[in-house]
């Protein structure tokens, strides 16, 4: 089971058909999207719930969610995968750091990880304007909720699962050090030999890869991930 997840910004994941999808489906995954609070999908207090001072919201929904849905039986507690991308990659930050043992695998696109250090950096050009997302760490009350719940605040000495880790040279929204450091991080810190892999496009931004075939690249790159973990093909470490 993939369990993907968003939450910021009042955004509504709608359940639309997808062709690649199907790659998934025909090899016997389910595909689950998490409408959790921070997004838009059940009007402008669900969203208002899952911002500012209420950001954890967002977290415990996904994480109840993934519970939820392996007690239903739609999915194996020892095959359940994660993913996210930009502040859906904060979510899948979160989620590994308090429940690490709930993943097999996760993957983590372009994600926003170190929360208090962007959003003190008023060069970023749009760091100010996130303001009315997640507030300024400028105001102390806001600084220490940031810093309980940055992924890159909160690795720790632990086990984690499996994963996968994408950013974009020239992507403006999320630099691609953010997540290079938080992979750093992890990997001077975690007491595990799972795979901890960290793909740098060259070329693309935010957005991935541009072009209908070359974006179809990064989705083959990622569903080989998750197809190969839960089929067992993947090495526990990566070969020397």
Not at 77 to 85: E, F, H, I, K, T
Not at 194 to 222: I, P
Request: charged content about 20%; aromatic content about 12%; some cysteine.
């Amino acid at each position: 089971m993939l369990v993907y997840g968003y939450g910021s910004y009042g955004a509504s994941i709608d359940a639309d058909f997808s062709f690649s999808r199907l790659s998934l489906l025909d090899r016997g995954f389910v595909y689950a999207i998490v409408h959790v609070r921070g997004g838009g999908e059940l009007g402008q207090q669900w969203y208002e719930d899952g911002k500012f001072l209420k950001k954890k919201n967002t977290f415990n929904d996904y994480l109840d969610a993934c519970d939820a849905l392996l007690k239903l039986g739609y999915g194996s507690p020892s095959l359940c995968y994660a993913m996210g991308g930009s502040a859906g990659g904060m979510l899948m930050g979160v989620a590994i750091n308090q429940r690490p043992e709930l993943f097999h695998g996760v993957i983590a696109q372009v994600p926003f990880v170190d929360v208090v250090t962007t959003m003190l950096d008023e060069s970023i050009p749009l760091t100010t304007g996130e303001f009315e997302e997640w507030g300024n760490p400028q105001d102390p009350q806001y600084y220490e909720y940031m810093k309980s719940y940055s992924p890159y605040d909160n690795v720790t000495a632990q086990a984690y699962p499996h994963l996968l880790v994408t950013t974009g040279l020239h992507d403006s929204q999320v630099q691609y050090w953010e997540p290079a450091k938080w992979v750093a991080k992890l990997r001077e810190l975690k007491t595990d030999d799972h795979l901890l892999l960290l793909c740098t496009d060259m070329d693309s931004g935010h957005g991935g890869k541009s072009g209908r075939f070359k974006s179809y690249e990064g989705v083959a790159m990622e569903y080989a991930f998750l197809v190969a973990l839960a089929q067992g093909t993947l090495p526990a470490t990566p070969a020397d």
